[in-house]
């Protein structure tokens, strides 16, 4: 990395800042000033080397600026904000403004150097997106269901029923688009196959993995596992022993496998006699389900890789 561009992402504005050059500035978060940025980027860095710009993720403020600026042919890092402000921290910067974020940001990434992966497709942020809606139609769902339970005034629950009869059609509405966007992609098809092949996984589970985790398949087991947050890490100094969390990865794709493991757990044997071994060893149920997740997305991260499907043993 010769050059790195950290941006400190908010709704109207970009905040950039430069290393080694120490240069700041910023943009509008539009298309204009984000072509403002892509030209100025490569007008004054394109004699220097290699460019890595860095973003914090901030909710969707970012997708823009992460977009225009990959296609402009950057590598681009979306990094994770509560390991930059650990940084900031851990570098006595505790102050806070966008300027100095971005300043952060790129100093993190010189640190750090972390690993550029390749970013998602514009077919597979739409995917994304659609399954980010399901999921919120669902939980919409779930609370008025809660809701239509407890109330007993007969005017609220006509109410209730006319929202929840509105909600299940943009469900299956949404259903129907998910359906018609895996089918224009024929290695979406197959690979959707494949993962609902496994007793517990259904097409919720597999179209949020295909949606979330590209990766799937070409890592082996521990990163895999590491990248949803799923790998545990311990705690430990001197004769203490505490004991080992998971955390981080990304928590969309832990909470499919969450009830993934919990239907595999009484429907799949391979997977039911697994968790059954660690509950009868003692360990928590949740520490059973845990590790079952774990054993489920290594056995999806293989079926995957050999492009063969589930069989059980």
């Given amino acids: 990395m010769d050059i790195i561009v950290g941006i400190d992402v908010s709704k109207n504005r970009l905040d950039i800042a430069i290393v080694p050059s120490g240069k700041a500035f910023f943009v509008d978060n539009s298309h204009a000033g984000i072509d403002e940025l892509v030209e100025r980027l490569k007008s004054e860095h394109s004699a220097q080397g290699s460019c890595v710009v860095a973003l914090e993720a901030t909710g969707g403020f970012e997708m823009l ?14 990094i994770n904000p509560a390991q930059v402000r650990a940084y900031a921290n851990a570098i006595g910067r505790r102050a806070k403004t966008d300027p ?18 390749p970013l998602r497709d514009a077919e597979t942020q739409a995917l994304s997106a659609l399954v980010a809606r399901r999921r919120q139609i669902v939980q919409m769902i779930v609370a008025e269901d809660n809701r239509l339970r407890m109330v007993v005034e007969a005017q609220t629950q006509k109410s209730i029923r006319r929202l929840l009869s509105a909600l299940r059609r943009e469900l299956d509405s949404l259903d129907a688009d998910l359906d018609d966007h895996i089918r224009k992609s024929p290695i979406w098809r197959v ?33 895999i596992a590491s990248l949803a947050g799923l790998a545990p890490w311990t705690r430990q100094s001197g004769q203490w022993k505490g004991k080992s969390l998971i955390g981080g990865g990304r928590g969309k794709v832990r909470a499919v496998l969450f009830m993934a493991a919990l239907v595999a757990s009484r429907h799949n044997p391979t997977l039911k006699a ?29 079926i995957i890789r050999d492009n063969k499907p589930w069989q059980s043993a």
């Fill in 274 to 302: 697994f968790r059954d071994r660690l509950v009868a060893a003692g360990k928590p149920r949740i520490v059973a389900i845990v590790a079952t997740m774990r054993k489920l997305l290594t056995i999806l991260n293989a």
């Fill in 65 to 78: 600026a992460t977009a225009e600026l990959s296609s402009a042919g950057f590598a681009v890092i979306v």
């Fill in 191 to 223: 690979r959707e196959a494949l993962l609902v092949s496994v007793p517990g996984v259904g097409p919720a589970t597999a179209r949020t993995l295909l949606a979330e985790m590209p990766e799937l398949g070409s890592l082996d087991r521990r990163q």
């Fill in 100 to 117: 100095i974020d971005a300043e952060v940001i790129a100093a993190f990434v010189a640190a750090t150097r972390p690993e550029i992966r």
